[in-house]
């Protein structure tokens, strides 16, 4: 009788999980909604690492209290889509409802100095094109920007006289 009721829960868990991919597929759950590992270029601060599209709390944590921060209406998602600006960069974050204490996730970074650097290639304002251009592949830049994708991330490089000006991490 045991060996039964375990036969049918192994079974009710399978077509559970079956119809979950099937609604995902079908877009009745919108993918964005699901949040698994997410892998693309990272961003290191405070010894907290996070890639576009993942959960921003605990870097949100670990980068401490921001400069500034904004909050608005998402015309993207049906939550908030907030703006923290701390010293060195911005962080672009999201959420999926408007309820109180919903889960953030990170939709960009922006770098403002050269303290902060593309984690695991060591690209910061002011490093030489040359660089980025065998650190991350050589492209041709499109009006002075190298833009380079990896899983969910879109990482922009600008370049101007052969020095890096500006570096933006985005969500796909």
Do not use: W
């Not at 408007?98 to 960009?108: D, L, N, P």
């Not at 970074?109 to 980025?132: A, D, Q, R, W």
């Amino acid at each position: 009788m045991e060996n039964t009721m375990k036969k049918k829960e192994m079974l009710m868990k399978k077509v559970l999980a079956f119809v979950l991919v099937l609604v995902m597929t079908m877009g009745i759950i919108p993918a964005s909604t699901v949040h698994a590992k997410i892998d693309g270029y990272r961003f290191k601060y405070n010894g907290v690492t996070i890639t576009m599209g993942s959960k921003a709390k605990k870097f949100i944590n670990a980068a401490g209290t921001p400069k500034s921060t904004s909050k608005s209406s998402s015309c993207s998602y049906d939550g908030y889509d907030i703006t923290r600006k701390y010293s060195d960069f911005i962080l672009y974050t999201y959420t999926n409802s408007k309820s109180s204490g919903a889960a953030e996730y990170v939709s960009g970074i922006t770098f403002l100095t050269k303290n902060v650097t593309v984690k695991g290639y060591g690209i910061k304002i002011g490093s030489k094109e040359k660089k980025v251009k065998k650190k991350l592949g050589n492209q041709t830049p499109v009006y002075g920007i190298y833009t380079y994708t990896k899983g969910q991330t879109k990482l922009q490089i600008e370049v101007k006289n052969k020095k890096v000006k500006n570096i933006r991490y985005l969500k796909i």
